[in-house]
């Protein structure tokens, strides 16, 4: 599996966008880059995924860089609710196992 | 709601005994994965079945086992059960793209297990 690296924690104000970098320097030129939260002990949540080009969907944008060793996932305008750990993936092509790392803590103040 | 549906929520049981974990995948949804998160292991991939059939295995414990039967349905089996079986089982499910290509999983609620 290609190694995803996350800050540990982050902190955001609520109403403002939150912008979680990944970074995935291994990743091969047909892997997915994949994002996941848990919210305390619930199931993971799928949020977003993409290969090349940046993707948008009703929960968030997901920016991947040009060379795809970086991605950053932006949540626009940050509520309570979003407060949960967030897991960048990239599984592997030859099967959808996910390796789920540390991830970031995403904690919104009020 | 993801669609995937996970019973019981809550599970507590003594030490040596045996419990079955059940899961109903999303409709349409031909793989099942089974993951374990324990306090000090995080999010851990046992098993996956695609189709009735074992497809990839994890870090799943001889004591353990699965199945998937014709109605897609998953049962996770866990027998003699040790302290340190204690956690959160979750199930996921996905349509199972063509090995090669990307399949977006979709997780249960989970199935906590408490090992007394």
């Known amino acids: 599996d290609a190694k995803t690296t996350q800050p540990t924690s982050m902190d955001c104000a609520e109403g403002r966008a939150a912008n979680l970098p990944c970074n995935h320097s291994t990743i091969s030129g047909n892997e997915y880059v994949y994002w996941y939260r848990q919210i305390h002990s619930q199931g993971p949540q799928y949020i977003i995924h993409?290969?090349?080009n940046n993707e948008t969907n009703e929960m968030a944008s997901l920016i991947i860089t040009e060379d795809r060793k970086s991605s950053t996932l932006i949540l626009p305008h940050a509520t309570l609710r979003d407060t949960a750990v967030y897991y960048c993936?990239?599984?592997?092509?030859?099967?959808?196992?996910?390796?789920f790392g540390e991830g970031t803590q995403l904690t919104v103040n009020p | 709601d993801s669609g995937v549906t996970q019973t019981p929520k809550h599970l507590i049981t003594a030490t040596g005994q045996r419990v079955t974990l059940r899961c109903s995948p999303r409709?349409?949804?031909?793989?099942v994965y089974w993951y374990q998160q324990s306090l000090d292991q995080g999010l851990q991939f046992l098993i996956q079945y695609y189709n009735g059939e074992e497809r990839a295995k994890g870090n799943i414990l001889e004591r353990f086992s699965a199945q998937q039967f014709p109605d897609l349905h998953s049962e996770l089996n866990l027998s003699s059960l040790e302290l340190g079986d204690s956690a959160l089982y979750f199930c996921?499910?996905?349509?199972?793209?063509?090995?090669?290509?990307?399949?977006?999983?979709?997780f249960g609620p989970g199935t906590r297990l408490t090992v007394l």
């Open positions: 409709s349409g949804d031909l793989s």
């Open positions: 993936i990239v599984p592997p092509t030859s099967g959808s196992r996910l390796t």
């Open positions: 996921a499910s996905s349509v199972a793209a063509p090995l090669g290509s990307t399949d977006t999983q979709y």
């Open positions: 993409g290969l090349k």
